[in-house]
Protein backbone atom coordinates (compact mmCIF):
# COMPACT_ATOMS: atom_id res chain seq x y z
CA UNK A 1 0.00 0.00 0.00
CA UNK A 2 1.07 3.40 -0.89
CA UNK A 3 0.41 5.94 2.10
CA UNK A 4 0.82 8.71 0.27
CA UNK A 5 -1.62 8.13 -2.71
CA UNK A 6 -4.03 7.03 -0.18
CA UNK A 7 -4.27 9.49 1.62
CA UNK A 8 -4.13 11.74 -0.93
CA UNK A 9 -7.11 9.41 -2.54
CA UNK A 10 -8.95 9.64 0.93
CA UNK A 11 -9.02 13.00 1.01
CA UNK A 12 -9.61 14.28 -2.01
CA UNK A 13 -13.39 13.36 -2.05
CA UNK A 14 -14.13 15.89 0.34
CA UNK A 15 -15.96 18.83 -0.78
CA UNK A 16 -13.37 21.55 -0.41
CA UNK A 17 -11.01 19.87 -1.69
CA UNK A 18 -13.51 19.60 -4.76
CA UNK A 19 -14.52 22.93 -4.82
CA UNK A 20 -10.92 24.36 -3.83
CA UNK A 21 -8.70 22.95 -6.27
CA UNK A 22 -5.62 24.91 -5.31
CA UNK A 23 -6.00 22.73 -1.74
CA UNK A 24 -5.82 19.63 -3.59
CA UNK A 25 -2.53 20.58 -5.24
CA UNK A 26 -1.08 21.80 -2.30
CA UNK A 27 -1.77 17.80 -0.83
CA UNK A 28 -0.36 16.70 -3.67
CA UNK A 29 2.80 18.66 -4.01
CA UNK A 30 3.33 17.68 -0.04
CA UNK A 31 2.25 14.05 -1.09
CA UNK A 32 5.34 14.02 -3.35
CA UNK A 33 8.00 14.41 -0.50
CA UNK A 34 6.70 11.99 1.06
CA UNK A 35 6.81 12.62 4.55
CA UNK A 36 8.11 10.14 6.89
CA UNK A 37 5.58 11.95 9.69
CA UNK A 38 2.44 10.86 7.73
CA UNK A 39 3.19 7.33 8.17
CA UNK A 40 3.80 7.80 12.06
CA UNK A 41 -0.11 6.82 12.62
CA UNK A 42 0.13 3.63 10.19
CA UNK A 43 3.32 2.29 11.83
CA UNK A 44 1.91 2.55 15.58
CA UNK A 45 -1.73 1.33 14.20
CA UNK A 46 0.77 -2.15 12.79
CA UNK A 47 2.33 -1.83 16.50
CA UNK A 48 -1.05 -3.24 17.77
CA UNK A 49 -0.96 -5.83 14.71
CA UNK A 50 -3.90 -4.00 12.75
CA UNK A 51 -3.52 -3.72 9.18
CA UNK A 52 -2.40 -0.43 7.77
CA UNK A 53 -5.29 0.57 5.84
CA UNK A 54 -7.36 0.89 9.47
CA UNK A 55 -5.41 4.24 9.99
CA UNK A 56 -5.39 6.03 6.36
CA UNK A 57 -8.30 8.48 8.22
CA UNK A 58 -5.10 9.10 11.03
CA UNK A 59 -2.55 9.44 8.27
CA UNK A 60 -4.60 12.04 6.39
CA UNK A 61 -5.68 13.98 9.36
CA UNK A 62 -2.19 14.18 10.54
CA UNK A 63 -1.14 14.96 6.95
CA UNK A 64 -3.65 17.66 7.08
CA UNK A 65 -2.46 19.25 10.29
CA UNK A 66 1.09 19.34 9.26
CA UNK A 67 0.62 21.34 6.48
CA UNK A 68 -1.44 23.74 8.10
CA UNK A 69 0.99 24.07 11.04
CA UNK A 70 3.87 24.49 7.88
CA UNK A 71 1.90 27.14 6.44
CA UNK A 72 1.71 28.87 9.48
CA UNK A 73 5.43 28.44 10.77
CA UNK A 74 6.94 29.33 7.40
CA UNK A 75 5.21 32.71 7.75
CA UNK A 76 6.54 33.64 11.27
CA UNK A 77 9.95 31.99 10.72
CA UNK A 78 10.34 33.94 7.50
CA UNK A 79 11.11 30.77 5.49
CA UNK A 80 12.36 31.56 2.11
CA UNK A 81 10.73 28.32 1.18
CA UNK A 82 7.16 28.68 2.52
CA UNK A 83 4.21 28.79 0.57
CA UNK A 84 3.79 32.03 1.00
CA UNK A 85 6.11 33.50 -0.85
CA UNK A 86 4.13 31.85 -4.06
CA UNK A 87 0.55 32.75 -3.41
CA UNK A 88 0.79 35.77 -0.41
CA UNK A 89 0.16 35.57 3.04
CA UNK A 90 -3.64 35.98 3.62
CA UNK A 91 -4.29 32.76 1.07
CA UNK A 92 -1.66 30.98 2.98
CA UNK A 93 -3.64 31.80 6.90
CA UNK A 94 -6.68 30.69 4.45
CA UNK A 95 -5.43 27.51 3.60
CA UNK A 96 -3.85 26.80 6.64
CA UNK A 97 -7.25 27.30 8.56
CA UNK A 98 -9.13 25.24 5.44
CA UNK A 99 -6.41 22.23 6.29
CA UNK A 100 -7.15 22.06 9.96
CA UNK A 101 -10.72 21.37 9.15
CA UNK A 102 -10.10 18.95 6.58
CA UNK A 103 -8.21 17.44 9.29
CA UNK A 104 -11.59 16.66 11.26
CA UNK A 105 -13.59 15.81 8.86
CA UNK A 106 -10.93 12.93 7.88
CA UNK A 107 -11.56 11.90 11.42
CA UNK A 108 -14.95 11.75 11.54
CA UNK A 109 -15.83 10.86 7.76
CA UNK A 110 -14.93 7.20 8.45
CA UNK A 111 -16.21 3.84 9.25
CA UNK A 112 -15.21 3.47 12.66
CA UNK A 113 -16.46 3.27 16.38
CA UNK A 114 -18.27 6.42 17.68
CA UNK A 115 -15.71 6.36 20.47
CA UNK A 116 -12.60 6.27 18.01
CA UNK A 117 -13.93 9.01 16.08
CA UNK A 118 -14.69 11.40 19.24
CA UNK A 119 -11.47 10.61 20.91
CA UNK A 120 -9.47 11.08 17.51
CA UNK A 121 -11.12 14.85 17.10
CA UNK A 122 -10.52 15.34 20.83
CA UNK A 123 -6.09 14.08 20.31
CA UNK A 124 -6.24 16.32 17.01
CA UNK A 125 -7.92 19.60 18.98
CA UNK A 126 -5.75 19.73 21.50
CA UNK A 127 -2.47 19.17 19.21
CA UNK A 128 -3.66 22.12 17.08
CA UNK A 129 -4.15 24.19 19.96
CA UNK A 130 -1.02 23.19 21.87
CA UNK A 131 0.86 23.70 19.34
CA UNK A 132 -0.15 27.08 18.65
CA UNK A 133 0.93 27.86 21.56
CA UNK A 134 4.08 26.09 20.99
CA UNK A 135 4.50 28.48 17.89
CA UNK A 136 3.55 31.75 19.84
CA UNK A 137 6.28 30.91 22.68
CA UNK A 138 9.18 30.14 19.52
CA UNK A 139 8.90 33.52 17.92
CA UNK A 140 10.35 34.65 21.34
CA UNK A 141 13.04 33.24 20.41
CA UNK A 142 13.91 31.25 23.79
CA UNK A 143 16.73 32.60 25.58
CA UNK A 144 17.48 29.92 28.07
CA UNK A 145 17.44 26.21 28.63
CA UNK A 146 14.35 26.29 30.44
CA UNK A 147 12.42 28.39 28.08
CA UNK A 148 13.75 26.07 25.13
CA UNK A 149 12.49 23.00 26.58
CA UNK A 150 8.77 24.74 27.12
CA UNK A 151 8.78 25.19 22.87
CA UNK A 152 10.06 21.77 22.79
CA UNK A 153 7.24 20.49 25.30
CA UNK A 154 4.96 22.48 23.65
CA UNK A 155 5.63 22.61 19.73
CA UNK A 156 7.61 19.44 18.69
CA UNK A 157 6.54 16.68 21.22
CA UNK A 158 2.56 17.20 20.96
CA UNK A 159 2.82 16.61 16.54
CA UNK A 160 4.87 13.04 17.29
CA UNK A 161 2.54 12.15 20.38
CA UNK A 162 -0.25 12.99 18.44
CA UNK A 163 0.65 10.75 15.24
CA UNK A 164 1.39 7.73 17.59
CA UNK A 165 -1.91 8.52 19.27
CA UNK A 166 -4.12 8.63 16.23
CA UNK A 167 -2.52 5.10 14.91
CA UNK A 168 -3.50 3.41 18.35
CA UNK A 169 -7.05 4.87 18.11
CA UNK A 170 -7.30 3.53 15.26
CA UNK A 171 -5.91 0.01 16.37
CA UNK A 172 -8.52 -0.27 18.61
CA UNK A 173 -6.03 0.26 21.22
CA UNK A 174 -7.06 0.12 25.47
CA UNK A 175 -7.12 3.77 27.06
CA UNK A 176 -4.11 2.56 28.61
CA UNK A 177 -2.04 1.49 25.98
CA UNK A 178 -2.76 4.03 23.78
CA UNK A 179 -2.04 6.57 26.16
CA UNK A 180 1.66 4.64 26.37
CA UNK A 181 1.82 4.82 22.53
CA UNK A 182 1.00 8.79 23.07
CA UNK A 183 4.02 9.12 25.34
CA UNK A 184 6.06 7.35 23.16
CA UNK A 185 5.56 9.56 20.27
CA UNK A 186 6.43 12.69 22.46
CA UNK A 187 10.09 11.25 23.36
CA UNK A 188 10.40 10.73 19.44
CA UNK A 189 8.97 14.04 18.62
CA UNK A 190 11.96 15.43 20.89
CA UNK A 191 14.36 13.23 19.93
CA UNK A 192 13.93 14.19 16.49
CA UNK A 193 13.95 18.14 17.87
CA UNK A 194 16.84 17.54 18.91
CA UNK A 195 18.53 15.71 16.20
CA UNK A 196 17.30 18.34 13.74
CA UNK A 197 19.31 21.13 15.99
CA UNK A 198 22.40 18.98 15.95
CA UNK A 199 22.16 18.60 12.41
CA UNK A 200 20.95 22.45 11.28
CA UNK A 201 23.88 23.56 13.29
CA UNK A 202 26.76 21.58 12.14
CA UNK A 203 25.11 21.64 8.46
CA UNK A 204 27.53 23.61 6.02
CA UNK A 205 26.88 26.58 4.90
CA UNK A 206 25.28 28.17 7.63
CA UNK A 207 21.80 26.99 8.18
CA UNK A 208 18.85 29.74 8.89
CA UNK A 209 19.50 28.98 12.27
CA UNK A 210 22.33 30.52 12.63
CA UNK A 211 21.59 33.55 9.85
CA UNK A 212 18.74 34.45 11.14
CA UNK A 213 19.57 34.45 14.94
CA UNK A 214 18.12 31.77 16.46
CA UNK A 215 18.92 29.18 19.22
CA UNK A 216 18.81 25.71 18.44
CA UNK A 217 19.94 23.95 21.73
CA UNK A 218 24.11 23.21 20.60
CA UNK A 219 23.70 26.85 19.74
CA UNK A 220 21.83 28.11 23.04
CA UNK A 221 24.69 25.76 25.36
CA UNK A 222 27.91 27.49 23.88
CA UNK A 223 26.16 30.50 24.64
CA UNK A 224 24.80 30.79 27.63
CA UNK A 225 26.88 27.44 29.41
CA UNK A 226 30.46 28.73 31.10
CA UNK A 227 33.83 27.67 29.29
CA UNK A 228 36.90 29.19 27.91
CA UNK A 229 35.63 30.11 24.12
CA UNK A 230 32.47 31.57 25.00
CA UNK A 231 33.25 34.73 23.97
CA UNK A 232 34.89 33.71 21.01
CA UNK A 233 31.87 31.99 20.21
CA UNK A 234 29.87 35.46 20.97
CA UNK A 235 32.11 37.18 18.06
CA UNK A 236 31.97 34.02 15.85
CA UNK A 237 28.18 33.91 15.76
CA UNK A 238 27.92 37.44 14.53
CA UNK A 239 29.40 36.27 11.06
CA UNK A 240 28.87 32.64 10.30
CA UNK A 241 27.97 33.55 6.78
CA UNK A 242 31.48 33.29 6.59
CA UNK A 243 32.84 29.67 6.18
CA UNK A 244 35.78 29.67 8.04
CA UNK A 245 33.86 31.53 11.20
CA UNK A 246 31.44 28.98 10.73
CA UNK A 247 33.77 26.04 11.13
CA UNK A 248 35.36 27.36 13.90
CA UNK A 249 32.53 28.18 15.72
CA UNK A 250 31.08 24.49 14.91
CA UNK A 251 34.27 23.20 16.22
CA UNK A 252 33.54 25.40 19.55
CA UNK A 253 30.24 23.46 19.58
CA UNK A 254 32.24 20.39 19.75
CA UNK A 255 34.79 21.45 22.51
CA UNK A 256 32.46 23.26 25.11
CA UNK A 257 30.37 19.99 25.29
CA UNK A 258 27.30 21.57 23.29
CA UNK A 259 27.24 18.27 20.99
CA UNK A 260 27.93 15.82 24.39
CA UNK A 261 25.25 17.58 25.82
CA UNK A 262 22.68 17.02 22.54
CA UNK A 263 23.51 13.55 22.37
CA UNK A 264 23.52 12.88 26.25
CA UNK A 265 19.61 14.14 26.08
CA UNK A 266 19.02 12.42 23.02
CA UNK A 267 20.23 9.06 24.62
CA UNK A 268 18.07 9.42 28.04
CA UNK A 269 14.63 10.29 25.81
CA UNK A 270 16.09 6.88 23.74
CA UNK A 271 16.09 4.92 27.34
CA UNK A 272 12.80 6.37 28.38
CA UNK A 273 11.28 5.16 25.50
CA UNK A 274 12.77 1.73 25.43
CA UNK A 275 11.45 1.84 29.01
CA UNK A 276 8.14 2.44 27.62
CA UNK A 277 8.16 -0.12 24.72
CA UNK A 278 9.40 -2.97 27.19
CA UNK A 279 6.59 -2.73 29.47
CA UNK A 280 3.61 -1.91 27.04
CA UNK A 281 1.73 -5.21 25.27
CA UNK A 282 1.93 -4.66 21.52
CA UNK A 283 1.95 -7.34 18.83
CA UNK A 284 4.71 -6.15 17.16
CA UNK A 285 6.57 -4.00 18.70
CA UNK A 286 9.29 -4.01 16.01
CA UNK A 287 6.97 -1.48 14.15
CA UNK A 288 7.54 1.43 16.43
CA UNK A 289 11.13 0.57 17.22
CA UNK A 290 12.46 0.89 14.26
CA UNK A 291 11.56 4.08 14.21
CA UNK A 292 12.70 5.10 17.57
CA UNK A 293 16.33 3.21 16.56
CA UNK A 294 16.54 5.44 13.05
CA UNK A 295 16.59 8.38 15.16
CA UNK A 296 19.14 7.33 17.57
CA UNK A 297 21.64 5.58 14.68
CA UNK A 298 23.96 8.00 14.02
CA UNK A 299 24.77 8.37 17.52
CA UNK A 300 25.53 4.53 17.76
CA UNK A 301 27.63 5.02 14.32
CA UNK A 302 29.37 7.69 16.12
CA UNK A 303 30.62 6.21 19.18
CA UNK A 304 31.19 2.93 17.01
CA UNK A 305 33.52 5.21 14.95
CA UNK A 306 34.99 6.47 18.23
CA UNK A 307 35.38 2.84 19.56
CA UNK A 308 33.52 3.78 22.47
CA UNK A 309 30.46 2.09 24.09
CA UNK A 310 27.31 3.17 25.00
Wanted: aromatic share 8%.
Amino acid sequence: MDIYQSTVDYLITFPVFDSWHEMGNILRRAACTRPRDWELPVIACQALGEPPEKAIPASAALACAQISIILVDDMLDDDPRGEYHRIGSGRAANFAVAFQAAGVEALLGNRASTKVRHEAVKSLSQLMSITAFGQELDIQNPSDEKSYWQVVENKSAPFYGCAFHLGALFGEATDDVANEIRKLGELYGEMIQIHDDLNDTMAMPANPDWLQGRKPLPILFAQTVEHPDRERFMELYQKVSAEDALREAQEILIRCGAVSYCVDQLLRRHRAAQNILDKTPLPNKGAVDSVIEAVIAPVHRLFDTLGLSL
